[in-house]
């Protein structure tokens, strides 16, 4: 039978995701100037107001409030009627201390042999029904708010943005699990008061129908451009005028959009947020590395979708275990079982291992806290004339050495 799922995704400029920036800005910051920093950076922003706190072992000093003011200018706060701006907004930082106990269960003569920054377990996904093979409604809903943020820093059309904005799509998919059109399309941006609310809600819903949707549209394959349509439910700042948003309109707190993080709510999610901390963090790092692998496997053709856990003890370095889902979508004569005995062999989930695969020592990190985590394009950053790969957990490296292993 026919079903709807739907995904969310939220701006730059949600509360939550500048909490998330700061955070991972920080984090940058002290692996520039050592790349074994060991991080762990909490943000809590509000009205004019921001707390960073959190554990830190670095020989690195960081001015945290001019790091602080300059993610939050990046990402568009820089104008006193938000009630929230770089220039304006209040800094306090709390960090302290790494505790030893954690660090002794980490760090090991061996480096191969550093123990997992914490217990817990971690989840990779992938499907085929896109072509970053991420879940259709999640990646059109990213790119729905990345392209509302191109369109506000371009400043020609919909002049009126601010820089809070969600959205929300949901796919209608057929019984065998195949998108057949776009259902629903949410888009909740705030905005300038610069009308009669009737007046203003009508023109931002014009402008969403009519420059947004096509810019995005534009980007998209063939085979998704095919399900837009007249049809469409729009729903388009359905509570009337958004003109108090940011931290002003919201507290905000590193760590709350998980799910916008990851897969939409598709696939599974072991609890953990990413960003403020470091790849020690096995949260953080093993969440990357089973991405990479559930996406290999896709890309290999062993399956149209695939799960990926790992699980770890704190301090320890091997797994505790590995488990692979295929959904019954399997291309070889395996059961999953034995696929996830294949894995192991071909990957190396220590943390130590995981951190050289994808050179998670480097600054890569602050360009990750918006608009996903997965599913990004790799491409490099420079600071101080180095340069470094990222989003190296999306390549697709190991595609031959998979088919090779499962002979396909």
Not at 89 to 102: A, F, L, N, P, R
Not at 170 to 188: F, G, L, R
Not at 336 to 354: H, L, Q, S, T
Request: net charge negative; aromatic share 8%; charged share 25%.
């Amino acid at each position: 039978m026919p079903y709807l799922f739907t995904s969310e995704s939220v701006s730059e400029g949600h509360p939550d995701k500048v909490a998330d920036q700061i955070s991972d800005a920080i984090l940058d910051e002290f692996l520039k100037q050592d790349k074994n920093s060991k991080v762990a950076c909490e943000t809590f922003v509000t009205t004019g107001l921001v707390v960073v706190g959190g554990e830190v072992h670095s020989k690195a000093y960081v001015d945290v409030q001019s790091t602080v003011r300059n993610a939050i200018e990046r990402i568009g706060y820089n104008n006193s009627e938000y009630q929230f701006d770089f220039k304006s907004c209040g800094v306090m930082s709390t960090i302290h201390e790494q505790s030893g106990d954690i660090r002794q269960g980490v760090v090991r003569e061996d480096p191969l042999n550093q123990g997992a920054g914490d217990q817990g377990m971690m989840f990779g996904y992938a499907t085929n029904e896109t072509d970053n093979y991420m879940p259709l409604a999640l990646d059109l809903s990213h790119k729905l708010l990345e392209e509302l943020a191109a369109i506000r820093r371009e400043g020609s059309v919909m002049t009126y943005l601010r820089p809070d904005s969600k959205s929300q799509v949901t796919i209608k998919y057929s019984d065998d699990n195949k998108p057949v059109s776009i259902n629903t399309i949410v888009v909740s941006t705030q905005h300038d008061d610069f009308a009669e609310e009737a007046e203003m809600l009508a023109k931002i819903k014009s402008d969403v129908v009519e420059h947004l949707i096509p810019r995005v549209k534009a980007q998209l394959p063939a085979r998704v451009q095919a399900l837009f349509s007249d049809d469409i439910i729009y729903h388009i700042n359905p509570t009337g005028k958004f003109v108090i948003g940011g931290p002003h309109g919201d507290a905000g707190l590193t760590g709350r959009k998980i799910i916008v993080d990851t897969y939409g709510g598709k696939g599974a999610h072991g609890g953990g947020a990413f960003s403020g901390k470091d790849s020690s963090k096995v949260d953080r790092s093993a969440a990357y590395a089973t991405r990479h692998i559930a996406k290999n496997m896709v890309a290999a053709g062993l399956a149209d979708q695939v799960l990926v856990q790992v699980a770890y003890a704190i301090g320890v370095a091997e797994p505790v275990g590995l488990y692979v889902d295929t959904y019954g979508t399997s291309k070889v004569n395996l059961n999953d079982g034995e696929i996830a005995e294949k894995i192991n062999e071909v990957f190396d989930m220590r943390p130590a291992a995981i951190v050289e695969r994808f050179g998670l020592k480097n600054p890569i990190f602050s360009i990750s806290a918006a608009y996903g985590h997965m599913g990004r394009n790799p491409g490099t950053v420079s600071y101080n004339g180095e340069t470094y790969q990222t989003f190296t957990w999306e390549k697709l490296d190991y595609v031959d050495q998979l088919k090779t292993a499962f002979n396909v």
